[in-house]
């Protein structure tokens, strides 16, 4: 099976959204998690800052991360004709 | 559920039947509900919770029973990602989420937000890495995908032996579960709760396999959900007076901040609090010599009373003492339960940590070293998450790749609902607890505090240690669990709401066994006895084989379990870490490096096992007695990391291993290479490759 530029372009998408969607999961646990006591002189909504981003904020960047995702991708696929089609 | 129909009709129609079925079950709690203003009683009401949802579990069981091996392994390939999402929430969400997690958060604060982001976080890596790829390549289990991407059945085998280390260990942990909350809400023995629960996880996986289990997990995580989230909107009500305390509870976390100021500076509670160190120390010592310590108690209670009398002490502190005096047992094996329960005093020594604050610590060193076990736990946890075989495999079941994405995306959604409410609904209680418990006279406590107190001491215990009669913060020793089986009661609910939330607590138990028991049965006999030794045996003998193989299993867990293993957490944990070190490495390298090749691959998953296993070996102490290793924990720990994360060496060092392996070996052959290519594309021209096993 021998893949076209329009495939590996593909791939290559694939890759970049993974990796950018991947930093940013990376901030929101590891580098806000770091910084936590920082974070928590701010206010926000009430909370300390660090303790609001860890019990929700983010929880809440997680969902949208996986969102996007899979509407990217599932848009992608069709831009790229390796879509599935609809179901019947 | 015919084949014929169409995925639309098909979405519909599921969508319909649960909507019944949820109306229905709330009407069940509705008419519960008006049973008990007419007098019901408490343990009917367990009774009626306890055999309606196991009974509703078995049916579905029985609708659902199948002999194919599409249907039996992966639930016919069509499950709605919306409803996988469902399914996925209650596969994930066991007894230690459910009933375990608010109480976590209130007794260590910040630091228990590790799990809470861990456990939904994970879900990034399942979507971004695993799961499109996994269903693309379509066939049953996680050593499938092992065999077929690094050749052969060592790979494969290494797979089945890290799928059951990690899920036994965790099944154990909710079989435990069952136990605990059927014998608490019926008063059935612990060990016949364990078996009735048992009959209700078998009943379904038995006849139906993972599509029996998929309709009874959504049905499962319905049930949930409600349970979880109705006691704690009326709570927020009652504290904040908005129904969404998910988001208003930032001021009642204020005024928890300030009563822990108000209650640290409180020159009563520093009394108590070096009154609780003594009693502790004094409990702690105790079993040496139990007759001693027993008469050497009454003694000190005699000699306060005394002293109370000559200095004119004012009445409530003589009949207190009297009480005490009164109660204290004569007979040795009587006081070592009340020494027992005193020993959790230990912890009240110290003023409450603040709720909010990052990394305790009691210098900067160990402030840093706080803040790395954070985050190791919170690595671990999402790594794990993105390896344990129960939740991937649920992935196999979608229609196609595109909803294999969107059932990541519903899974993390219901997954969520729960755990940002935990943080919360831990607030919430903690307000209760330090502005009403704290401060009430021991003769008029909160009617909760007053029943659950009685109940179980190891929930609740509450000592008047200064006999002031009345009560303070380091007088208060509290399990965890309570605040998830207490809050109906903290809320001022009726009973039935109680029901409900043990019913949830069984629920979240029992749809995360039969997943796990599922894979583990899977494993040995598709992967050992299909794939390995008998290549030519029938679908139906297939399927038998794995029944049999489910029934041994689930009674050997059940074994396990009646020896009462300790530490929950640490043995989740333990699972979470084992999981990351041996698959992720080897699963993602796989799909997104074609130059993984099997050698790589196996040295890489027995390194990233072998090293996780020998840090828990080294640092945990019940490992650590079973191997007479006798130096101390700091000797042995790299960076002052706990046992429980020690996948942060597992899985960095296995990464490592698979891709100086490979580069060492020869490339994998064209065919493999035409593997990864075909799992990365959801549909590719031209691709005559087949992979999905039907």
């Not at chain 1, 099976?1 to 930093?23: G, S």
């Not at chain 2, 599509?211 to 319905?222: G, S």
């Not at chain 2, 803040?371 to 190791?376: E, K, S, T």
């Not at chain 2, 935990?422 to 007053?450: I, M, Q, R």
Request: aromatic residues 14%.
């Amino acid at each position: 099976m021998e893949l076209t530029e329009r495939h590996r372009e593909y791939w290559r998408k694939n890759l970049i959204i993974t990796a950018v969607l991947l930093l940013v999961w990376f901030i929101a646990t590891f580098i806000e998690g770091w910084y936590a006591r920082e974070l928590n002189s701010i206010t926000f909504l009430g909370f300390p800052l660090g303790f609001y981003m860890s019990a929700q904020g983010s929880l809440i960047i997680y969902v949208l991360v996986i969102g996007f995702y899979a509407w990217y991708m599932n848009k992608l696929d069709q831009e790229y004709g390796v879509d599935e089609g609809e179901l019947e | 559920m015919s084949q014929a129909i169409t995925h639309s009709a098909f979405f519909s129609q599921l969508k319909k039947y649960y909507l019944i079925y949820a109306g229905g079950f709330i009407s069940f709690v509705l008419a519960l509900a008006v049973a008990e203003q007419m007098g019901l009683s408490r343990q009917w009401i367990g009774y009626c919770f306890l055999f309606a949802t196991i009974g509703l579990y078995a049916m579905i069981g029985i609708m659902s029973r199948t002999v194919d091996a599409t249907e039996y392994y992966v639930a016919g390939r069509r499950v709605p990602a919306f409803f996988n999402g469902m399914a996925t929430g209650a596969d994930w969400m066991s007894a230690a989420s459910f009933i375990g997690m608010a109480g976590t958060l209130y007794l260590s604060g910040f630091d228990g937000l590790a799990f809470v982001m861990g456990w939904t976080g994970g879900y990034c890596l399942v979507a971004l890495f695993l799961a499109p790829y996994l269903r693309k390549f379509g066939q049953f289990t996680i050593p499938d995908f092992l065999g077929a991407r690094y050749g052969g059945n060592i790979a494969r085998s290494i797979g089945i032996f890290a799928a059951i280390l990690c899920s036994f260990t965790y099944v154990v942990a909710q079989i435990y579960g069952v136990g605990i909350i059927t014998s608490k809400f019926t008063g059935l023995e612990f060990g016949v709760g364990v078996f009735v629960g048992l009959g209700g996880i078998l009943v379904c996986s038995f006849l139906g396999g993972m599509r029996a289990v998929t309709w009874t997990q959504v049905a499962q995580y319905i049930i949930l959900i409600i349970a979880y989230l109705t006691p704690v909107v009326w709570l927020g009500v009652k504290h904040t007076g908005i129904p969404v305390p998910q988001l208003a509870y930032g001021p009642v976390l204020q005024k928890v901040s300030d009563l822990e100021k108000k209650i640290t500076a409180d020159p009563t509670e520093k009394e108590v609090r070096v009154l609780a160190k003594a009693a502790a120390a004094e409990a702690a010592a105790a079993p040496k010599d139990l007759a001693k310590a027993t008469a050497a108690r009454r003694a000190t209670l005699e000699a306060e009373l005394a002293k109370a009398k000559a200095s004119n002490a004012p009445d409530y502190v003589v009949k207190s003492i009297e009480n005490a005096l009164n109660a204290w047992p004569t007979d040795p094996g009587k006081a070592g339960v009340f020494f027992a329960a005193r020993k959790g005093l230990a912890a009240n020594a110290n003023p409450p940590r603040p709720h909010a604050q990052p990394f305790p610590g009691k210098d900067e060193a160990a402030q840093d070293i706080a803040r790395r076990n954070f985050l190791g736990i919170v690595f671990c946890m999402m790594f794990g998450t993105a390896a344990l075989p129960h939740i991937l495999m649920r992935y196999y079941t979608t229609p196609n790749v595109r909803q294999a994405r969107q059932s990541v995306f519903w899974s993390l959604f219901f997954i969520f609902l729960l755990y940002f409410t935990a943080p919360c609904l831990a607030v919430l209680a903690k307000y209760d607890v330090y502005s009403h418990l704290v401060g009430s006279k021991f003769s008029e406590l909160p009617a909760w505090a007053a029943a659950w107190r009685v109940v179980d001491p190891a929930l609740l215990t509450i000592t008047d240690l200064n006999f002031d009669g009345i009560v303070q913060l380091a007088e208060i020793v509290l399990g965890g669990d309570i605040i998830v089986l207490a809050t109906p009661e903290i809320a001022g609910l009726p009973y039935v709401v109680s029901g409900l939330v043990a019913a949830g607590g069984l629920a979240a138990a029992l749809s995360t066994a039969d997943g796990l028991l599922l894979t583990i049965a899977n494993a040995l006999s598709h992967d050992l006895y299909y794939k390995m030794i008998d290549p030519n045996a029938s679908t139906a003998r297939r399927v038998t084989v794995s029944k049999i193989l489910l029934v041994v299993v689930a009674l050997t867990a059940a074994w396990v379990t009646s020896f009462k293993p300790g530490n929950i957490l640490f043995l989740v944990g333990a699972a979470f870490s084992l999981a990351a070190s041996s698959f992720f490495p080897a699963l993602v390298m796989g799909i997104f490096w074609k130059r993984a090749n099997k050698w790589g691959a196996i040295v890489g998953m027995l390194a990233g096992l072998g090293v996780c296993w020998y840090y828990m070996c080294v640092t945990y102490p019940f490992l650590r007695d079973l191997f007479g290793i006798t130096a101390p924990i700091a000797s042995y720990q790299w960076f002052g990391m706990n046992a429980i994360s020690a996948g942060v060496f597992g899985l960095p060092i296995g990464l490592l291993t698979i891709f100086v392996v490979s580069l060492l070996t020869p490339a994998p052959d064209k065919e493999t290479q035409d593997l990864v290519e075909h799992v990365r594309y959801p549909n590719l021209a031209g691709d005559t490759l087949k992979t999905e096993a039907a």
